[in-house]
């Protein structure tokens, strides 16, 4: 999708002509050599080479252009210099670099990965690129969705079931160039610092080096990571595979897998070296044989779920792998979940929107460059992340984090502040929570265990990021900072109230704090000494709001801080008020299952509904078009349900994935159908939800499984996960089938009702599928569910809150409200 400034109001007819042709000047092979006797050398090539040997020379023999030779060799494309460029940089054919070693200042360079050199990187230096202990997996590439499911992969699984497309590692080589330079103290990228090839890369994310090694053998890249934490390189670079996936290769899969190791050794070094000697092996010399090959390697994944499960990992025939206890001593630094600190220095606010997300991240990415106070300490940071952003235990987490940190940063941006717009007072709204709590408690510094000493804003206007600058509008100008309603948002300011006085006892609040208007409370955060996004240099922006951040950091932090900053030391212990049953201290190892002990967090990707269709259509082949949602649970659903002991849902997300949608659906309905449904409502939405859809959410096992989690009998309806998980999506789809109409299912009926109860209907509530049972007459009484228990239970519990003429006028509504 061509959205971005100076791409989105073009239209491309012939793209052959308008950029295939142009950029294949740019990257063609201008040269033959021994593994390819092909040359292009066109009239205008002559011409450059001509006008300029040095930067000829460095074009071919390092990949680096310069703005000059690139007008020249675009000289008939004039007119479109400025597009074509943006597309070159758009889909990674080429990235912006800034090279103090080469380029004279002001002077634009770009790096071409397909014409960098090739290496061999198994020789001299490249071989030993490091002294320290560092960090080694694979990334495996497939269209083939079975072979991430298996415990164990040879060389010769990759080998035959892998597809590594040529060109991906140059995309991804220019994204992570990019992301290096975007993170980097000084914003430079220098020949001097990193090793950049065609087929191996040595980079660096501050201070931590890297390695990149294309292995097409394999269909995989080798990832080797300095130190023992690899996960934030690893983190970035999964983004960024995603990115380039989505631009470029959709039908593509990939996944992480570890190298196992016969023993766990003492030294760590010496365990570095050893795994890397044998990832050589196996991802560079063929063993043909599959009875000789002794390596293996793991899916990350599954090592992820049998360690959150404490289960032992079982491969072929239900032999053991390795015991539970095995996993953590072999794969811990692969698999750590950092718990929280016992205080913070920063709390970053901000709302979950495309800019604000990316800004945060770069934000977090490069406070690792810096270490702060006497005691040279990282910078540690409370991040909002979108697991969090639901729920009031999760609310409570994020007041005790605010209260427990140093400075408050707060991303104030047209993006946060539009949906305070629409604020009538009765809306809750998360960010404004945390705003309001912040200068509450920055006015009561040192009250009880309150250690909030400052609050630095950072503004945006309306924003985006071009090749590394941030271009920015004035946000005190803009019509959405002046649009800010004088309206006391009351549920905000109650919950606010209430999360304070109960993690606080005794507090009292400012005078007027009840009266406080959305325009007022964004006006006093602003009056704090903040970051203007727009009075910066395009290009300086983010390198410049991070050492204001630390300078703010270094003036408020305390002369004797300290932190339990090690990755194993206890979370912090808070009491939850009695509203949040049962009344606990929360251990590091409890924090996880409140987060998954909610049902909407139970949700899938639409991208992995998506997986499940592919691999629906690999097990049942001709007959998939036949098959049920019923069918695909006994064979793909239940079966991973039993592998793992949880949900399909959780076995893919162990951490939970937050519903958007809400999927009422009837089993009985052609799976294919189903998604076809799902597809058409959200086809023109850039961004897929996550789907809540009962048969990947619940647990699918026995009958005794499934009454244990519905509580049939148990407990009230509006506890049961279907309405728990209603409630907490934020909005409501219902797929119809041409085989069962979804007013003769119990459960449809259910869901309807109290959709319409908590607002859904009718203006957050989309339909789809086909309309069959238009004509059909609804009752509720004839209306069946897969045990009969729900069917009593459920018309039990609403007979005693409606009539049965309520009920059918429901009913009624219902099957008319379907039909639309």
């Given at each position: 999708c061509l959205n971005e400034d100076g791409l989105r109001d073009i239209v491309i007819f012939d793209a052959i002509a308008y950029f295939v042709v142009p950029s294949t000047i740019v990257i063609c092979q201008h040269t033959s050599n021994e593994t390819s006797p092909t040359s292009h050398l066109m009239e205008v090539r002559k011409k450059c080479r001509k006008k300029s040997i040095s930067q000829w020379n460095n074009f071919l023999e390092k990949g680096i252009l310069t703005e000059s030779l690139l007008r020249g060799l675009w000289e008939e494309y004039g007119d479109e210099y400025e597009r074509l460029l943006l597309l070159m940089l758009k889909f990674g054919l080429m990235v912006s670099l800034t090279l103090t070693s080469i380029c004279k200042e002001g002077m634009n360079l770009y790096l071409v990965p397909s014409l960098l050199p090739t290496v061999d990187p198994n020789q001299g230096n490249l071989l030993r690129w490091t002294n320290q202990t560092f960090q080694s997996c694979l990334l495996v590439f497939t269209i083939d969705l079975a072979l991430s499911a298996k415990t164990i992969l040879f060389q010769s699984d990759l080998v035959s079931n892998g597809f590594l497309p040529s060109g991906l590692f140059e995309r991804i080589i220019s994204k992570m160039v990019l992301w290096c330079q975007s993170t980097s103290c000084n914003s430079t990228f220098c020949y001097d610092n990193v090793v950049v090839n065609r087929n191996m890369v040595i980079l660096h994310f501050g201070s931590q080096r890297f390695r990149m090694v294309a292995c097409p053998i394999i269909n995989s890249i080798q990832l080797d990571i300095e130190g023992q934490n690899p996960l934030p390189v690893h983190h970035a670079l999964t983004d960024i595979i995603e990115n380039a996936i989505a631009e470029c290769f959709k039908s593509l899969r990939w996944f992480t897998v570890l190298f196992h190791s016969s023993s766990v050794e003492d030294n760590a070094h010496n365990k570095s070296t050893a795994i890397a000697d044998n990832l050589g092996q196996f991802t560079h010399e063929l063993q043909p044989n599959k009875a000789d090959q002794q390596s293996f390697v793991v899916p990350l994944q599954i090592l992820s779920q049998a360690a959150v499960n404490r289960q032992p990992l079982m491969k072929a025939g239900a032999r053991k792998l390795y015991d539970a206890d095995?996993?953590?001593?072999?794969?811990?630094?692969?698999?750590?979940?950092?718990?929280?600190?016992?205080k913070y220095m920063v709390f970053l606010s901000y709302r979950w929107m495309t800019f604000d997300s990316h800004c945060v991240s770069l934000i977090y990415d490069i406070f690792s460059n810096f270490l702060i106070g006497k005691y040279h300490t990282a910078v540690n940071v409370f991040l909002d992340k979108r697991l969090f952003q639901s729920g009031e235990h999760f609310q409570f987490i994020f007041v005790k984090a605010l209260t427990q940190s140093c400075v408050l940063m707060p991303i104030v941006s047209a993006d946060s502040l539009k949906k305070m717009i629409s604020d009538d007072g009765s809306q809750f709204d998360n960010i404004l929570l945390e705003w309001v709590v912040g200068l509450e408690l920055v006015k009561k510094a040192d009250v009880g265990d309150a250690q909030l000493k400052a609050i630095f804003p950072i503004a945006f206007g309306k924003s985006y990021i071009h090749e590394n600058k941030v271009i920015s509008e004035n946000l005190f100008t803009s019509t959405t900072y002046r649009a800010l309603p004088k309206v006391v948002p009351t549920a905000t300011l109650a919950r606010a109230r209430y999360l304070l006085t109960h993690i606080h006892p005794g507090m009292k609040l400012s005078h007027g704090f009840m009266k406080q208007t959305v325009k007022g409370i964004v006006k006093n955060l602003m009056k704090y000494k903040g970051f203007l996004a727009w009075d910066q240099p395009h290009e300086c922006v983010i390198e410049n709001l991070v050492r204001e951040c630390v300078e703010v950091i270094e003036r408020n932090l305390p002369e004797n801080w300290t932190t339990n900053d090690s990755i194993k030391s206890e979370i912090i212990e808070q009491t939850l008020p009695q509203k949040w049953t049962p009344?606990?201290?929360?251990?590091?190892?409890?924090?996880?299952?409140?987060?998954?002990?909610?049902?909407?967090?139970?949700?899938?990707?639409?991208?992995?509904?998506?997986?499940?269709?592919?691999?629906?259509?690999?097990?049942?082949?001709?007959?998939?078009?036949?098959?049920?949602?019923?069918?695909?649970?006994?064979?793909?659903?239940?079966?991973?349900?039993?592998?793992?002991?949880?949900?399909?849902?959780?076995?893919?997300?162990?951490?939970?994935?937050?519903?958007d949608v809400f999927v009422s659906h009837s089993w009985d309905e052609p799976f294919g159908e189903f998604i076809i449904g799902i597809q058409e409502a959200f086809q023109n939405k850039l961004e897929k939800p996550n789907l809540w859809i009962c048969a990947f959410a619940l647990l699918q096992g026995n009958a005794e499984d499934i009454t244990t989690q519905l509580g049939t009998g148990e407990m009230a309806l509006d506890q049961s996960p279907f309405v728990r998980a209603l409630k907490g999506s934020d909005s409501y789809l219902i797929v119809r089938n041409s085989k069962k109409d979804l007013c003769a299912r119990i459960w449809c009926i259910c869901e309807f009702i109290f959709a319409k109860k908590y607002g859904f209907i009718p203006s957050k509530t989309r339909i789809t599928g086909p309309d069959t049972f238009a004509k059909v007459t609804p009752n509720c009484l004839n209306a069946d569910s897969f045990d009969p228990k729900d069917k009593a239970m459920i018309l039990k519990e609403l007979l005693n809150e409606h009539s049965f003429e309520e009920i059918e006028e429901y009913m009624n509504q219902f099957h008319a409200f379907v039909k639309m």
């Open positions: 095995e996993i953590q001593p072999r794969y811990g630094t692969w698999l750590r979940i950092p718990e929280p600190f016992d009344t606990v201290s929360i251990k590091s190892e409890e924090v996880l299952q409140i987060f998954t002990d909610n049902p909407a967090m139970w949700a899938i990707s639409y991208k992995q509904l998506l997986e499940v269709e592919d691999l629906a259509k690999s097990t049942f082949k001709k007959d998939f078009k036949s098959k049920s949602m019923r069918d695909i649970n006994e064979k793909i659903i239940k079966p991973m349900c039993q592998r793992n002991k949880t949900s399909y849902a959780l076995s893919k997300n162990s951490k939970g994935l937050k519903s």
